[in-house]
């Protein structure tokens, strides 16, 4: 079985959404399916609800794989919101009582997660990508301020430039940073 990389899983589920292919749901359910009960179980919910949840969840991903985007998040990113969903759903179908929020859960990591790594990776390289696509003096002020760790005002001093041309280079460069970098949220 294959590395099951980002990439990979984002073939799986074009696979699934074009040509509903059974193997590639197979493989996710089968690399998920185990994932998602320990969400449900360590959020609370007894054996039986979350293999049901795992089912409803899965079933999900089956009939929804042509609404994913891989341009709004990674495969992980969203089977995980589609179990959040479905377990607030579930509860408040259930139950009155106010529900804990799989937000607030917090889990231990399994194993070291490769996947994990290339995703900050990728993320740091985009970053530095975008950061060297700024001009010099856009680019000072922004490593001064958060590799330096300086005020707006110490940089003013430093460079003796006014405080207000700091700002503006600061403004400036947060606008080209923030398009740049829009997708990674």
Known sequence: MPEFSSD????????????????AFRALFVHYGPRIKAVMLKAGA???????L??????????KSKLYSPERGAVSTWIYTIARNARIDKLRRGSSKPYEDLDDVELASEEADGEDMVIANEISGRV?????????DQRQIIRMAYIEDL??????SKL??????????????????RSTLEELR
């Open 128 to 136: 530095t990508d975008a950061l060297s696509e700024l001009p010099d």
């Open 160 to 177: 003796s430039i006014p405080l207000g041309t700091v700002k503006s280079r600061m403004r400036l460069a947060y606008g080209k940073l």
């Open 151 to 156: 005020s707006q005002s110490d940089i003013a």
């Open 8 to 23: 990979y899983q984002k073939m799986l589920l074009t696979r699934i959404a074009t040509d509903s292919d059974r193997d």
């Open 54 to 63: 795992v089912q409803d969840v899965m079933l999900n991903v089956w009939r």
């Open 46 to 52: 007894d054996q039986q609800l979350a293999e049901d």
